[in-house]
């Protein structure tokens, strides 16, 4: 048989048909999605390039002196120092849990430093750098992770709430906050941070709908770093996140969360407007959480490490230190006491959480039920037994 029968033959039989059409098919998605990544790619508010090149967005424009420029890297340096100490500290057993921002930084100094004093933050667990922004020290975030406190700072003196664990709940708390700071008739702005995990949260839906419906001053602030724990975003959402915004009636936008010059304009720009009456805004920083979720998962089960190394490209203090330094902005001198400052931060970190009390374990069975409960009770004295039973291997080592 000749290949021209044979081929002859499958085209009777409709299998060279179904196959032409399959890998049409096939051809006509891969173009379309190449044309929609070109779409948001075009849509993402970018100022500052992963080469560390100075763009324009005809929207958001931004003009920042030099020692602007230089307090957002030593931010985005200290800020990343702390984080890594704090997870080396969990290692060794001084922390019980730490959520790492690595990769993040720029989404969240670059926002932190876009608000006014007046202003309100309702953070999750992992916006240690708006912490710092807001002038919360570091050490102080440390105290509920060792487990020896509840918060370990008065929201009120630094319009920065307690960190919710609780996901998506503090975009409610913020909604509610800011229809109270409405009805006083101040003109200040409150943000609400969460992930793109806790965006699939029906507290978040409900603070869509009630903020758009009062036209309340809030900014929803979501940073999307790709990875809900070890669930991907494309199987969250079918659509952007920041589209998500439209269907509420209220806008969104898409910006590059580790450019931290975008990260400031857009979020000054979204506050501005509530501040006027304008209502809510998603801003939806487009980042990469390099680390674990927390300490206590393990990225490399669910990650390709091609995909981080891509991202180890993007780095946000690096693209900033590329930029200033062909600007001129920096040299070696400030760029080494900006270092110097770092391991005084993370020396002075380490010292502290180490003077802080163990925690009390106890503690866990208090405040349950306010008259007590049969089944605590029975808890409590379980796991005291339990405890005991390592004193008394103790003792019999010792003996023996």
Same mark, same amino acid.
């Given at each position: 048989?000749?290949?021209?029968?044979?081929?002859?033959?499958?085209?009777?039989?409709?299998?060279?048909?179904?196959?032409?059409?399959?890998?049409?098919?096939?051809?006509?998605?891969?173009?379309?999605?190449?044309?929609?990544?070109?779409?948001?790619?075009?849509?993402?508010?970018?100022?500052?390039?992963?080469?560390?090149?100075?763009?324009?967005?005809?929207?958001?424009?931004?003009?920042?002196?030099?020692?602007?420029?230089?307090?957002?890297?030593?931010?985005?340096?200290?800020?990343?120092?702390?984080?890594?100490?704090?997870?080396?500290?969990?290692?060794?057993?001084?922390?019980?849990?730490?959520?790492?921002?690595?990769?993040?930084?720029?989404?969240?100094?670059?926002?932190?430093?876009?608000?006014?004093?007046?202003?309100?933050?309702?953070?999750?667990?992992?916006?240690?750098?708006?912490?710092?922004?807001?002038?919360? &020290?570091?050490?102080?975030?440390?105290?509920? /992770?060792?487990?020896?406190?509840? =918060?370990?700072?008065?929201?009120?003196?630094?319009?920065?709430?307690?960190?919710?664990?609780?996901?998506?709940?503090?975009?409610?708390?913020?909604?509610?906050?800011?229809? =109270?700071?409405?009805?006083?008739?101040?003109?200040? !702005?409150?943000?609400?941070?969460? =992930?793109?995990?806790?965006?699939?949260?029906?507290?978040?839906?409900?603070?869509?709908?009630?903020?758009?419906?009062?036209?309340?001053?809030?900014?929803?602030?979501?940073?999307?770093?790709?990875?809900?724990?070890?669930?991907?975003?494309?199987?969250?959402?079918?659509?952007?996140?920041? #589209?998500?915004?439209?269907?509420?009636? /209220?806008?969104?936008?898409?910006?590059?969360?580790?450019?931290?010059?975008?990260?400031?304009?857009?979020?000054?720009?979204?506050?501005?407007?509530?501040?006027?009456?304008?209502?809510?805004?998603?801003?939806?920083?487009?980042?990469?959480?390099?680390?674990?979720?927390?300490?206590?998962? &393990?990225?490399?089960?669910?990650?390709? &490490?091609?995909?981080?190394?891509?991202?180890?490209?993007?780095?946000?203090?690096?693209?900033?230190?590329?930029?200033?330094? !062909?600007?001129?902005?920096?040299?070696?001198?400030?760029?080494?006491?900006?270092?110097?400052?770092?391991?005084?931060?993370?020396?002075?970190?380490?010292?502290?959480?180490?003077?802080?009390?163990?925690? &009390?374990?106890?503690?866990? /069975?208090?405040?349950?039920?306010?008259?007590?409960?049969?089944?605590?009770?029975?808890?409590?004295? #379980?796991?005291?037994?339990?405890? !005991?039973?390592?004193?008394?291997?103790?003792?019999?080592?010792?003996?023996?």
């Amino acid at each position: 048989m000749t290949v021209e029968s044979t081929a002859q033959r499958k085209t009777t039989r409709g299998g060279s048909k179904r196959t032409t059409a399959k890998k049409a098919s096939s051809a006509k998605a891969k173009t379309t999605d190449n044309a929609a990544d070109q779409v948001e790619q075009d849509q993402l508010v970018q100022l500052l390039t992963p080469e560390g090149k100075r763009v324009e967005h005809p929207d958001y424009a931004i003009d920042l002196t030099p020692e602007e420029l230089r307090g957002l890297y030593r931010d985005m340096v200290l800020t990343r120092k702390f984080d890594a100490e704090a997870t080396t500290l969990q290692r060794q057993g001084e922390l019980g849990l730490w959520a790492s921002l690595l990769g993040q930084e720029a989404a969240q100094i670059g926002s932190g430093r876009a608000l006014r004093d007046d202003d309100y933050v309702f953070p999750t667990y992992r916006e240690h750098g708006v912490a710092w922004c807001r002038g919360v &020290d570091p050490t102080n975030l440390l105290g509920m /992770f060792r487990g020896v406190n509840n =918060g370990g700072w008065d929201p009120n003196s630094n319009n920065f709430h307690l960190y919710t664990i609780v996901i998506g709940s503090q975009a409610l708390h913020a909604t509610g906050y800011a229809m =109270g700071v409405q009805k006083d008739g101040a003109d200040s !702005a409150v943000i609400a941070y969460f =992930g793109d995990g806790a965006s699939s949260q029906g507290d978040v839906a409900e603070a869509f709908t009630f903020s758009a419906v009062y036209n309340s001053p809030v900014v929803f602030f979501c940073q999307n770093n790709q990875w809900a724990i070890s669930e991907p975003t494309e199987k969250q959402t079918r659509v952007p996140l920041y #589209q998500r915004a439209r269907g509420y009636g /209220f806008p969104g936008v898409r910006v590059d969360g580790n450019d931290v010059l975008a990260c400031l304009a857009v979020t000054k720009a979204a506050l501005e407007r509530a501040r006027t009456g304008q209502g809510p805004m998603l801003i939806e920083a487009f980042t990469y959480r390099m680390g674990a979720h927390t300490t206590s998962d &393990d990225p490399t089960k669910y990650r390709a &490490d091609e995909e981080t190394r891509a991202w180890e490209a993007k780095d946000p203090i690096l693209r900033l230190r590329t930029y200033l330094v !062909a600007e001129g902005v920096v040299d070696d001198a400030y760029l080494a006491a900006v270092e110097a400052e770092s391991e005084a931060l993370g020396k002075r970190v380490r010292e502290t959480v180490r003077a802080m009390p163990d925690p &009390d374990s106890m503690a866990i /069975f208090e405040n349950i039920y306010a008259d007590g409960h049969a089944l605590v009770d029975e808890e409590r004295a #379980q796991f005291a037994a339990y405890q !005991a039973s390592f004193a008394d291997a103790d003792a019999v080592a010792e003996e023996n």
